[in-house]
């Protein structure tokens, strides 16, 4: 069996979300290639180490959100 599905991947810039001990991480306009059909993203590997870096480092961050949290319950 065959498919005709192509992928689709666009070149954008992303906000790149992780939560790291409770504590949510934001990291603004993030280069990716986004699946347009999934949303998925993807990221060079240097875009990866880039990411690393910034996220253990002891830099100070550029500036503070604060957001509301909710209970699914």
């Known amino acids: 069996m065959t498919t005709n599905w ?3 991947l666009i070149e954008t810039q992303v906000t790149y979300t992780l ?6 991480i934001l ?3 993030v280069p990716a290639r986004v699946n347009e ?10 875009t990866v180490e880039r990411l690393q870096q ?4 002891n830099k100070e961050p ?4 604060q957001v509301p949290v909710y209970n699914y319950s």
């Open 6 to 8: 192509q992928e689709t």
């Open 54 to 57: 910034t996220i253990l480092g």
């Open 27 to 29: 990291i603004e306009n």
């Open 62 to 65: 550029d500036h503070f959100i």
């Open 37 to 46: 059909e999934t949303g998925e993203q993807f990221f060079s590997p240097a």
């Open 19 to 24: 939560n790291l001990n409770g504590q949510i």
